[in-house]
C-alpha cells in the first residue's frame, strides 16, 4: 500500500491590541476608564484627527482618522489626549517579549500588531489557539491590557480573524472552514480593498467572496490591477505568504498639518525645512540613506498629491531633502492654491548595513 504524503497547513496567529493607545491611557490615568476618550490631535486650531478612541467613545461612531472637531459632534463630553508614543513603545516591546517565549517568527505590523508564525513552537504546545489564548492572558495580567487574536492557516485568515470579536476576543477558523468563511466575507473585509474599490466591486454585483470567486483571474486582474491576482487565490484559501520576522523599512517619513492654511510659497518652505529636518535625524538614526525622496501635498479641499525625484546614490542629509522638496514643491504650487499639509518621505534604501536592520522601524514615523 503506497503512503500518502501528510499536508502540514501552517499555524499562524495575529494579535491585534484593543483600542491600544487609549487602552494604555486609561490603564495609566484611572480618570479617564469608562470615559469616552480619544488619543491624537486636540480639537482646538485645525488640523487635529483621532489616532485612537476607545471602545466608549466608540459607541457614539468616533473611529480613527477622523477629524477631532467632527468626534466632539456625536459626543461632547469626549475626552482628548495627546499621544505618547514613548509610552505606547514601551509597552509594545513588552508585548514582544510575551511573543518571543513563544516563537522567534514575529514580524510586527506597528506597535499594536504582529503575526506569529507558530507551526513549531519554542514551549512544544503544538495548538495555536492555546498559544493565542496564553499569549491573551500574559497580556492582561502582565500589562492589565487586553488582545484580540486571530488563528488560521494563514496571514490573511488570521488577520481577518481577529477582528471578528473584539475585543479580547479570539477566533479560530479551520483548514476546512476557511473555503466557507471566504466566501462569506464582504468584499469591504479583503486585503487592499479600500471604500472605493469596495463601491466598485458592488457596482459590479460583487458583495462577498462568493461573488469575486465567480470570476475569472483574469477578468479580476482586468478590472482590479494586480491586486486581482491576490482575490482570486485568497477567496480559494491560498495566501503562501510567510511571516517575515525581519521586515525591512520601505519607507521613512514625517509631515506636518498647518494650524492654517498656507497659501504663501515661503511659509510652505519654512515648513519643509522643518520637517526636513526631521526625517534626517530619523535617518540618521537608524543609518539609513534612500535615493527616492517624495513631497506629498494635500490642499484645503483634502485633495492629495505625491511628486518623487530618485537619485542614482543614497540620499540623507537635510540640504537635499529640503532642497528637492523645495523643487518639487515649486513645480506644482500654483497661486491662490491653500495646502494644509505638507510632507516628505525617503524609500529606495536598497541594502542597509546590519545595524539599520537591527534598528530600523517597522512602521511609517510621523511628526505630530
Known sequence: MENKPIH????????????????VEQRDFPEYRGKPLVVG??????????????????????????PSKQALKPCPEVLFVRPR????????????????????LIEPLS?????????????????????????????????????????????????????????????????STVPAFMEKLPVEKFFGVGKVTAQ??????????????????????????????FYYQIVRGIDNREVQPHRETKSLAAEDTFAYDLTC?????????????????????????????????????????????????????????????KKLLSLTFAEGQKIRLLGISVSNFGEMNQKAKEDAPTEQLKLF
Do not use: C, W
Not at 489557539?129 to 500574559?138: G, S
Open 8 to 23: 502540514t497547513h501552517r499555524k499562524i496567529i495575529h494579535i491585534d491590541m484593543d483600542a491600544f493607545y487609549a487602552s
Open 41 to 66: 490631535g486636540l480639537p482646538e486650531g485645525r488640523g487635529g484627527v483621532v489616532a485612537t478612541a476607545s471602545y466608549e467613545a466608540r459607541k457614539f461612531g468616533i473611529r480613527s482618522a477622523m
Open 85 to 104: 508614543f514613548d509610552a505606547y513603545k514601551e509597552v509594545s516591546q513588552k508585548i514582544r517579549a510575551i511573543f518571543g517565549r513563544y516563537t522567534d
Open 111 to 175: 506597535l499594536d500588531e504582529a503575526y506569529l508564525d507558530v507551526t513549531v513552537d519554542k514551549l512544544g504546545i503544538g495548538s495555536a489557539i492555546e498559544i493565542a489564548k496564553q499569549i491573551k492572558n500574559a497580556i492582561k495580567e502582565e500589562l492589565q491590557l487586553t488582545a484580540s487574536a486571530g488563528v488560521s492557516v494563514n496571514k490573511f485568515v488570521a488577520k481577518t480573524a481577529s477582528d471578528i470579536n473584539k475585543p479580547d476576543g479570539l477566533t479560530f477558523i479551520g483548514p
Open 200 to 229: 466598485k466591486m458592488k457596482n459590479m454585483g460583487l458583495h462577498t467572496g462568493a461573488d469575486l470567486k465567480n470570476l475569472t483571474e483574469t477578468e479580476l486582474i482586468k478590472h482590479f490591477g494586480k491586486q486581482g491576482k
Open 265 to 325: 510659497l515661503e511659509e510652505m518652505e519654512l515648513g519643509l525645512d522643518k520637517i526636513a529636518k526631521t526625517v534626517a535625524n530619523r535617518l540618521n538614526k537608524y543609518n539609513l540613506l534612500g535615493r527616492t525622496i517624495t513631497l506629498k501635498i494635500k490642499y484645503s479641499d483634502f485633495k492629495q498629491i505625491t511628486r518623487n525625484q530618485s537619485f542614482s546614490m543614497g540620499i540623507g542629509n537635510v540640504e537635499t531633502l529640503s532642497a528637492t522638496a
